[in-house]
């Protein structure tokens, strides 16, 4: 048997987190340990999944505190520790999906109160969960962002509404370039997933007056796991690229 590559998805219960797991267990012998946002959250959509020979899903719950991060990690920690039991492997590739896209208005109109949810899902949560997840990483590893161009300061969309998802997807880039520069084992890469037809995607759409957006979610995860999968310490680590490899000034 071929040795098994252990994913751990963020957000992992809707849009491109849920399909980026779908493709995922469709690979033999592949872990895919899925987090969600609480043990309320709906899972029927990933238990239904299908899994090739060999592979395996595992759900956690998992959500940052700000008050109280030390006690997040721990919590997260304690469910890695049980799923361990059942001999998980450390982490191969740690994509950190989940975020927050709701707040599409120009500066003067965006509430401060909105900034901040968007960096505390988008900014903070991917570098509290590598924090956490760094002694599970295994050597060498691939941390993957699901970031925006949106969040490009050189591309920047003229008067596009996207100041708080901006802002918050900048940072996060940010986070992931430093981690290629002070962790020569990690692959660490920022991947534009396209405008894609999930509720963020659509949240944009409507602040600009646009019906849809123009991808389909089955081209956005072919897209971005090519480029994870191709992803290398001496081509496009610390780099910001599309789904289609093209690069995005950052």
């Known amino acids: 048997m071929s040795a098994s590559t252990t994913y751990l998805v963020t957000g992992a219960n809707r849009g491109i987190g849920l399909g980026l797991v779908a493709s995922l267990l469709l690979r033999p012998n592949t872990t895919v340990i899925a987090t969600i946002r609480s043990l309320t959250t709906a899972t029927d959509d990933l238990n239904a999944l299908p899994v090739a020979e060999g592979s395996k899903l595992l759900i956690i719950p998992f959500t940052l505190s700000l008050s109280s991060p030390e006690s997040s990690a721990k919590d997260l920690l304690s469910w890695l520790s049980t799923l361990a039991s059942t001999q998980t492997p450390k982490i191969n590739i740690l994509i950190l999906n989940a ?83 002070e962790h020569p084992s990690i692959v660490a890469v920022a991947i534009h997933p396209g405008w894609v037809k999930t509720a963020n995607g659509q949240n944009f759409a409507d602040s600009i007056g646009v019906s849809e957006p123009p991808m389909t979610l089955e081209q956005s995860v072919s897209g971005v796991l090519a480029q994870v999968d191709g992803a290398k310490k001496e081509t496009t680590s610390g780099s910001f690229v599309s789904f289609d490899g093209s690069v995005i000034q950052w």
Request: zero cysteines.
């Open 99 to 181: 975020g927050l896209g709701s707040s599409f208005h120009p500066i003067l109109s965006t509430p401060l109160l909105s900034l901040l949810s968007h960096f505390e899902s988008n900014t903070l949560l991917p570098i509290h969960l590598f924090q956490t997840l760094h002694p599970l990483l295994s050597n060498p590893s691939k941390v993957i962002l699901i970031s925006s161009s949106l969040g490009s300061i050189a591309e920047m969309e003229g008067a596009a509404p996207t100041l708080a998802y901006g802002i918050s997807k900048a940072g996060a880039n940010y986070f992931i370039r430093k981690v290629h520069f």
